[in-house]
């Protein structure tokens, strides 16, 4: 009993550069898109519905098709580090168009020609003007429940 009382439950393990054991992608996109645009407020179940339908028709096509970002490249220095430099920003869509494989790349229910028309119907700040008015549009609805 004593020596498994002695042995540690928990083992702790440095992390190394680009070789992540946990989803820290999902997690940065948590903290500098998401949760800057939604807040870190819980979310009652009433309103995921009304949130849900907002993500679908105005967040999601405004990030993927009109929000840039930077696209990152590994450069060796002289010390033999690999920092990240970032030369070029794009929104995933002309990301994803520079791929020779594109169509390999896209979901069986979505082709190019799909998703192109999708991408050149509003300009880029006008997308943005748009989410915003519609995010507005969501909070206050949201809070004329909560206030009721």
Not at 43 to 63: G, K, S, T, V
Not at 88 to 115: K, V
Request: hydrophobic fraction near 35%; charged fraction near 25%; glycine fraction near 4%.
């Amino acid at each position: 009993m004593a020596k498994l009382l002695q042995k540690p439950l928990v083992e702790q393990t440095k992390s190394r550069p680009r070789h992540s054991h946990h989803n820290g992608l999902a997690e940065a996109k948590n903290g500098a898109v998401i949760r800057k645009h939604m807040g870190y407020g819980h979310i009652a179940a009433e309103r995921a519905d009304a949130i849900d339908m907002f993500y679908q028709q105005h967040f999601n096509p405004y990030l993927n098709f009109h929000r840039p970002c930077g696209v990152p490249e590994l450069v060796v220095n002289t010390k033999g580090k690999q920092p990240r430099i970032y030369r070029w920003y794009a929104t995933p869509w002309e990301i994803l168009r520079q791929l020779p494989d594109l169509a390999q790349h896209l979901g069986p229910e979505h082709s190019e020609a799909e998703l192109e028309p999708i991408a050149n119907a509003q300009s880029d700040t006008r997308a943005a003007t748009n989410m915003q008015a519609a995010k507005r549009k969501l909070f206050s609805r949201i809070q004329r429940r909560w206030t009721a």
